[in-house]
């Protein structure tokens, strides 16, 4: 009888431990993952004069003269459209071209389809900056540098092997009694696409898009090696011209800082609406 | 079209081939199937294999734009990278940094993930914010922390300075620069590690856990003898993963050091766009390519034998 309660408040202690464990590690994480995006945050918004004071202004006051400095002094908004465009239209593209794959390799299956499917798979290892020379040659000649389709072509291409690969786990678990209804009813194969599979594989298809469009808006590597003039050039481009910059204060850290927040913004909006759907996307292929 | 494919069954399709007469279904699927598969196989054609073999080839050239030479040079391209003080830095940094940060974020993503899936109000916060250092764009991360550890004003040399009561100049001493690519390299990625295992986790039957709590297990212990063991197949496949993707990675180092102080923190990816793209050096760039391809093959066939054994022992 004596032992019961004692037991029970010892386990409560413990209990409060693991509370304790728990959000001082949560604290840590915030800290951890925030501090730099506090930082870029702070810095876009302040006058240059406050980001080099000592001791440092935690919280400076807000302006937006930054942003205003960069709409005036390199073609901002030409940038911007063109992050968009490249980002929307490698998506749509890889989309496209995977979902038609995915779907032949998930449904059509005979012996060597699941070699060539592997081939695809293990294609992303190879590596992107490998390519870049003969790449440069290759849409010099189709008369393709410095613009957006030549760059949305080029990275599509990288993005659709992994695409592919969660996009067939994601159509196998369609079962086939559906389509074999539409077929028994003479639909053809468009109707079939179009009509039962794309509805079916909607939340598939969001997930992937999500993670082409994050993966494209961020990319770096081909902008800044494919394209010569603003008609082409990306916010990923830009960043790294303002940081070749000069002012009078060093480096012009509060317009880096702005063109940051620019890019960072829209990827952070995105992952705050939809972090299942990413997560699904992203564990869809490794975990299987 | 589609109709082959309901009618069609496989073991009539398979019994025809076997004689070495494809049914007129099974002609059918198969251009079906090409259809279908070919724009993604063309894709991948045009802008990878042929570029990779291309740059095999121009390897053993000279080519080079600004000076008009292409010339078979046979394996001096080769030869002049073992004398590249900068090139033999790059290999031995891409090394070494690629295997540190896979290390600690492999830790880190644990860690990450057992927090992640624990009971605490504020999960979803730390679920959702998790995905931010992974899907913020790399070279913006670079810039960020660069600005973060700057020896005049930025927030972590700063803290040093009140605390230590010494500066902590970074970016121009080559040992703490290594560490700040490696560490920020971590942060970058260890987020992405910890969704990975996360999922792993959640995939562990509950009653494992009761059983062992009800033996008396501790928390060290359940996660050392239940969760480790069978997320490990995910742990060692992530690492893989990670070491090819870091190989190849540019944005990083470009944004944070470019490779400096000297070529401290130089990479091979780094060689290959200034070799390749600031300077026209098409032959030479592609060497060092081919030097960052076979590390990724060297990692692939380290990865066929690693899963090899994982097949026998499971």
């Known amino acids: 009888m004596l032992k019961t309660p004692s037991r029970k408040y010892r386990r409560s202690i413990l209990f409060d431990l693991n509370k304790i ?77 995977s979902f038609l794959a995915a779907y032949a390799f998930a449904r059509i299956q005979f012996p060597g389809s699941g070699v060539l499917l592997w081939i695809l798979v293990l294609s992303m290892a190879l590596p992107e900056v490998g390519t870049i020379v003969p790449l440069y040659r290759l849409l010099s000649k189709a008369n393709l540098l410095d613009s957006i389709r030549g760059l949305v072509l080029v990275l599509s291409s990288v993005l659709t092997p992994f695409t592919v690969w969660v996009l067939v786990s994601f159509i196998k678990q369609i079962p086939y009694e559906i389509e074999e209804a539409a077929i028994i009813d003479g639909a053809s194969l468009p109707t079939i696409l179009v009509r039962i599979l794309l509805p079916i594989t909607t939340p598939g298809l969001v997930t992937m898009g999500l993670i082409n469009f994050i993966n494209a808006w961020n990319n770096l590597l081909y902008p800044l090696s494919f394209s010569v003039t603003p008609s082409s050039k990306t916010l990923s481009v830009s960043i790294t011209e303002v940081f070749a910059g000069y002012s009078p204060w060093g480096k012009p850290w509060e317009l880096i800082m702005a063109v940051g927040i620019t890019m960072m913004v829209p990827i952070i909006a995105l992952i705050l609406v939809s972090q299942r759907a990413i997560v699904r996307g992203l564990t869809g292929g490794a975990i299987k | 079209m589609a109709d082959v494919m309901a009618r069609s069954s496989a073991s009539v399709v398979k019994r025809r081939s076997r004689l070495g007469i494809p049914s007129r279904f099974a002609m059918r699927r198969y251009v079906l199937f090409t259809l279908l598969v070919t724009p993604a196989f063309l894709l991948r054609l045009v802008t990878a294999a042929y570029p990779i073999i291309q740059t095999i080839r121009y390897s053993f050239t000279n080519f080079s734009l600004l000076k008009g030479t292409n010339e078979y040079v046979g394996l001096q391209n080769y030869v002049d990278i073992t004398q590249n003080y900068g090139v033999k830095g790059a290999l031995s940094f891409t090394i070494l940094y690629v295997l540190a940060s896979t ?35 790399t070279i913006v991360a670079g810039y960020s922390f660069r600005w973060l550890l700057d020896d005049q004003f930025g927030l972590i040399p700063v803290w040093y300075q009140d605390l230590m009561g010494k500066n902590l100049i970074i970016f121009i ?142």
């Not at chain 1, 005036?72 to 908004?77: A, G, K, R, Y």
């Not at chain 2, 927090?115 to 998790?130: D, E, M, P, Q």
């Not at chain 2, 620069?177 to 992405?192: M, T």
């Open chain 2, 173 to 314: 001493d080559p040992i703490l620069s290594r560490w700040a690519v490696i560490l920020v390299h971590v942060w970058k990625d260890a987020p992405f590690m910890a969704v990975v295992f996360l999922a792993g986790m959640q995939g562990v039957p509950l009653d494992l856990y009761e059983a062992a709590k009800v033996d008396g297990a501790s928390s060290w212990q359940r996660f050392r003898h239940i969760t480790l063991p069978l997320i490990k197949p995910l742990v060692i496949t992530m690492a893989l993963f990670r070491i090819v993707w870091s190989l190849a990675g540019f944005d990083l180092v470009f944004g944070l050091t470019a490779g400096g102080p000297g070529v401290a923190t130089s990479v091979l990816a780094l060689q290959v766009f200034r070799e390749g793209i600031l300077f026209f050096k098409f032959g030479f760039a592609s060497a060092i390519s081919v030097i960052l391809l076979l590390l990724v093959a060297f990692v692939g066939i380290v990865a066929l034998v690693l899963f090899r054994r994982a097949d026998v022992s499971y």
């Open chain 1, 21 to 97: 464990v728990v959000y001082v590690s949560f604290i840590i994480f915030c800290i951890f993952v925030l501090l730099p995006i506090y930082w870029t945050l702070r810095s876009s918004l302040a006058n240059v004069s406050d980001l080099h004071k000592t001791p440092l202004i935690y919280f400076p006051e807000v302006t937006f003269q930054n942003f205003q400095t960069l709409l005036d002094q390199v073609p901002f908004l030409d940038y911007t459209r063109n992050s968009i465009v490249f980002a929307l239209g490698t998506t749509v593209l890889t989309l496209v071209v």
């Open chain 2, 103 to 137: 290390v600690i974020e492999l830790g880190v993503g644990l860690l990450i993930a057992q927090l992640l899936n624990a009971n605490f109000r504020g999960r979803t916060f730390a679920r959702t914010i998790n995905l931010i250092p992974w899907a913020i764009p």
